[in-house]
């Protein structure tokens, strides 16, 4: 199983920016997904999570200005980041609870992450 997240660049405070994270591999489930984050000398933070069911939980700075959402059917979370701050600039990493087949029809439960993508907010 691997996770690909893209959408990260650089905008200036006020801006927008829309994250992706594509899951790929022998998936037979995902049940919760998330997106963190982590910036230069400081410890990685929960951004938003998204169930399986579409329930969404956010952390207090992010409640209002960003929406997690996904498409079962794609594998795949985004995050619409709006009104961005320059305290928001930081390595922006996804994570996914997966249920994957073997090649010998066997399932094995993991929580993946994938690479990260930077978003840097400045003027």
């Known amino acids: 199983v691997q996770l690909q997240a893209s959408g990260g660049g650089s905008v200036q405070p006020g801006g927008s920016l829309r994250l992706s994270c594509a899951a790929s591999?022998?998936?037979?489930?995902?049940?919760?997904m998330g997106w963190y984050r982590q910036a230069p000398g400081k410890q990685r933070e929960m951004v938003a999570v998204i169930t399986s069911g579409g329930s969404t939980r956010y952390a207090d700075s992010e409640r209002g200005r960003f929406t997690i959402s996904r498409d079962n059917a794609k594998n795949t979370m985004y995050l619409q980041m709006n009104s961005l701050r320059p305290e928001d600039t930081a390595a922006y990493l996804c994570n996914a609870d997966v249920l994957s087949t073997t090649e010998e029809g066997s399932f094995v439960a993991g929580r993946y992450w994938g690479q990260g993508t930077l978003v840097t907010v400045s003027s």
């Open positions: 591999g022998r998936i037979s489930r995902i049940d919760d």
